[in-house]
């Protein structure tokens, strides 16, 4: 069986879909089955063996408004149909964006089978005309596209409601893994001299509006008291806003990024129209709870305790980061309770239970 892949950028890019996309492609190979994987080529290709077919685009859309929508030229259209042809199934991450909605048209008049993994839903833009837009997106392109799939993967509970309704079972949902081996807890607990009198809080994610950097800014301004490190890159820059508890790190390998979940004292993404962030998860697999904008921290409901969700408006970024502010201050799980946390995610998120799910409904 070969397997075809479809997202917007390799995961160079540094997004969390394209992360997603990589780790399966990944596990697909070591399970046997022929996998390639189709994106832009405006990143470098992933390396480790996986085949992949990267295809010319444009990506304007994403200049002017932050939002990732790159647009394949006629070669690159071409180049997606000749692999679709080749492949038994074509599996397709996230229905909105134009190469999700090619591949989708052109394996249906092939006769392909098609997977469609949605990772988000609405994204509440501080921008009136980009909410509508987004609205109308999703009930002119998004719903048709997960209808016409011949499986629906969700990896979070809350965006299967919002798509599909809560009493839909049209969608089955499925969590993205966790890689074990790197992410994982301290092998002590750091004493209390070892413990900063301020709290350090940690961020992960592109540097863009949606992932709520101007309400971590007002929240830094408010709180020179605490520390925040900043993993990621993007068209924002932290470095420029001057404040001295900001500290840009770039972006972060894997076993790096590991190491900061374990030395911080919170997970910070005060981000909208999330789905579930890997970074979430990742994190708790190194015992660190997490803050997140609602109704992100109701994308796995058993992990109420350890995952507390803010209401974030981008538009009122100072009220939202006064909420933050708040829920760090009395958001202060255990060190049982951290362990449960690790121990829960190291065992149930797994990408080769995902990834084998994901081949049967290939077949």
Not at 178 to 196: C, L, N, Q, W
Not at 281 to 310: F, K, S
Request: aromatic share 6%.
């Amino acid at each position: 069986m070969r397997i075809l892949t479809v997202s917007h950028f390799f995961e160079s890019h540094g997004g969390g879909i394209e992360r997603v996309a990589g780790q399966l492609c990944r596990q697909f190979v070591s399970l046997g089955a022929k996998s390639a994987w189709l994106a832009s080529d405006a990143d470098p290709t992933p390396a480790g063996g996986i085949e992949t077919v990267p295809i010319r685009c444009m990506n304007p859309i994403e200049r002017y408004t932050g939002l990732p929508m790159p647009i394949p030229g006629v070669r690159g259209v071409r180049a997606m149909s000749r692999e679709i042809g080749r492949s038994d199934a074509v599996i397709i991450h996230d229905a909105l964006y134009i190469t999700s909605i090619l591949a989708m048209l052109i394996a249906k008049t092939r006769s392909k089978r098609v997977i469609i993994i949605q990772h988000i839903a609405a994204i509440p833009f501080a921008s009136a005309t980009l909410r509508v837009l987004m609205k109308l997106a999703n009930a002119v392109v998004t719903r048709p596209m997960l209808r016409a799939a011949d499986e629906r993967i969700f990896i979070s509970d809350t965006v299967r409601h919002e798509l599909l309704g809560p009493r839909s079972q049209l969608g089955e949902l499925l969590f993205n893994g966790v890689d074990t081996t790197i992410f994982y807890p301290a092998s002590k607990k750091r004493t209390s001299s070892e413990r900063s009198a301020s709290r350090r809080l940690l961020f992960v994610g592109r540097y863009v509006e949606k992932k709520g950097l101007r309400v971590l800014r007002a929240l830094a301004e408010a709180r020179p008291d605490m520390s925040f490190f900043m993993a990621g890159d993007g068209p924002i820059q932290p470095n420029s806003w001057g404040l001295p508890n900001v500290h840009d790190l770039g972006p972060q390998k894997q076993a790096d990024l590991a190491e900061l979940y374990r030395s911080v004292d919170l997970l910070i993404l005060p981000s909208v129209g999330e789905g579930y962030p890997l970074v979430i998860q990742e994190a708790m697999a190194c015992g660190l709870p997490a803050i997140c904008g609602t109704p992100t921290d109701r994308a796995d409901p058993a992990t109420a305790g350890w995952v507390r969700g803010v209401e974030i408006d981008l538009a009122q970024s100072r009220q939202s980061a006064l909420r933050c502010a708040e829920a760090i201050d009395t958001f202060r799980p255990s060190a049982s309770e951290r362990a449960k946390m690790s121990d829960y995610a190291r065992r149930r998120y797994s990408w080769g239970l995902m990834a084998q799910r994901l081949l049967v409904a290939a077949q």
